[in-house]
């Protein structure tokens, strides 16, 4: 079976701390979408580290790290990481797998995403810039340039075409886009190059077997279930399914395989980028979330947008990923507030709604919130359920009550040790 932990709303909820957090009961860690978008942040023994590609079990020794087949790959981005790495002598040749299925992201990739939003200019998505959407482009075209291109023999000459082309599309948008194509593909030379020293597997056929002989497998989503292709806020969302369904295809795992899927959210909400938030808060209340939560892009650095816990939302993502368990992340953000508002249901043209329809833009979108009472104690230095206030513990209740699934951890500080199991 293939255990999944996965983002319930705008991605940054805390789920490479809780893949580090549960990594040793897992002999596998794998990856199944979403490329160097992706930020995720451990802290250790005073040491945070933020991974984009790499899975979080990579600080454990004599567990598996697989970068399926659904992910994309910037061999620049992951060189780097890579080299992040350097001091803690891990054996990435057998300790760090990837598909040869996975799709590369070309250094054009990357200024077709830059050209693609400047065009848009106000209707941009906020893209992080790394070529995401037009890597899953020229994948689903056809078109992609994938890792086990580089065991041929004239990869370059693929590499080249695909580049050509590239470069034709750029014409297309009528922007500036400055580059020195010579120096991005040296860069990208360089990547190739130690990313040829690791191991390209057959992923699925790897899984399959480590399956067969009772292997236990955790698969890590990057993302949230808002930026999902089809089930986010279109078309304010990335391109891949970050959604449950997005571990089989991301991982060829059947949906028969799949054990517990772990939801992990945060006690309020964030955004990073453009789209709708119908709870987001634009008074003190968001400034001192984003304050205390140190809310700011793992990936880009960018201040993310932070809102009141949206029940209606998080019931749908539940939902849509068959959650069995969900996982509060920086409950202590929201300490010291006198009073907290939790949404419960939207108005929606006219009518009172309770799930989340098409379209959630604020002229169609209206919340009505329930609200209870917050807490005031530090609970960084909490270590047990029994060290923490009732009022978190009745909050955890009114979540559990309205999308019927337990909360089994309650993170209290980024770090490791920072976790409450319930
Ligand atoms: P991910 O993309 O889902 O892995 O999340 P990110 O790493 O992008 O963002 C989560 C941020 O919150 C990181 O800076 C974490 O160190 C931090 N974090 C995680 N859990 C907690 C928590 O319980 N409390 C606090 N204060 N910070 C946390
Ligand atoms: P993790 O795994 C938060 C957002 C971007 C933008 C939209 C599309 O750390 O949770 P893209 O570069 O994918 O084309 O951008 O998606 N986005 C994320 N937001 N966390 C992430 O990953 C994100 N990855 C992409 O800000 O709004
Ligand atoms: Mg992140």
Known sequence: MVDLLLGLQWGDEGKGKIVDVLTKNYDIIARFQ????????????????VLHTIPSGIFHDNVVNIVGNGVVIDPVIFKKELDNLSKYHIDFKSNLLISRKAHVILPTHRLLDAASETAKGKAKI???LKGIGPTYMDKTGRNGFRIGDFELDNWKEKFHALTRKHLSMLDYFDVDIQFNLKELEEEFFIGVKRLKELSFIDSEEYLQQAMQHGKTILAEGAQGSLLDIDFGTYPFVTSSNTTAAGACTGLGVAPNKIGNVFGVFKAYVTRVGSGPFPTELFDENGKTMAKVGHEFGATTGRPRRCGWLDLVALKYAVEINGVTQLMMMKSDVLSGFDSLQIATTYNYKGKKIAHLPYNIESKNVSVNYENVSGWKADITKATNVKDLPQNLLDYVK?????????????????????????
Not at 39 to 45: A, P, V, Y
Not at 400 to 406: H, I, L, N, Q, S
């Open 126 to 128: 906020g893209s992080t």
């Open 34 to 49: 979403g490329g160097p978008n992706a930020g995720h942040t451990l802290i250790f023994d005073g040491n945070k580290h």
């Open 398 to 422: 009114i979540i559990e009550d309205f999308v019927g699934v337990p909360v089994k951890i309650v993170s209290v500080g980024p770090d490791r040790k920072q976790t409450i199991f319930i």
